[in-house]
């Protein structure tokens, strides 16, 4: 009870702020909408007991990746934006793009003949405390079993970050 | 935990409302934050189906895909600020240089 309570809580505020971000005219106000979205989906995180995720969720999306964003948008002029027309002419493509996506899970949950939460055997029961600490857990498999994945990863932000630097850097 | 469905559907909502955000809106910055939200999304389905198993193996790669974003994220922005040098906009269908 408590637990749908708090997921439709989260949920409501995620979908409805993300409904928000993509129909404003303002870049900024789209932006303070995706970090309502962000911070609902951590509470929804929590709700699933990855408390890790939830706190990586709120430092490194909404305190690092938003931020960027924020100060991007104040470095780039808005007044020009703002007086233009805010949608490309492809609202049919995204109409239908939206329908076949739509079409496809209905689709899915149609061919297996169950009501929702009904689609694979088992899932209703929900497993009792079989994630111990979180953190904890996330950490050990981190630090084995995907120990080359996770040194990609860095080598991959050192990339993003060296290329981030050359793409904003003055022209000599 | 609630049954799968409900964090598929919030899943399904979140992604198609950053596929209408990437394909109609001009604003590339907006662009780029609807990629972010569909990054979001699926990471609301690999944290979903890792509670379930009860295997972290989901939450491991919902970390390597915020890692992702944020280099996307950098490297995005980056360019939106090359291009805004040279041409004064950040619309996207004013950025037509390669169209002829």
Known sequence: MLDSVIFYFFAGIAVGSAALMVTRRNAVHSAIFLITTLLATAGIFLQLRAEFLFIVQIILYVGGIMVLFIFVIML???????????????????????LVLSAQVGLMFWSSGKGVGQIWPGLNAAPANRLPPNAETVAKSLFSEYLLPFEIASVLLLVAMIGAVVMAKKRA | MLPIGHYLFLSLALFILGVIGVITRRNVIVVLMSIELILNAVNINLVAFSRLYGDVAGQVFALFIIADAAAEAAVGLGIIIAFFRNRETVLADEMDLLKW
Do not use: G, P, S, T
Not at chain 1, 76 to 98: E, M, S, Y
């Open chain 1, 76 to 98: 780039v002029n808005l007044d020009v934006a703002l007086h233009q027309i805010k949608f490309a002419r492809q609202k049919w493509v995204a109409l239908i793009v939206a």
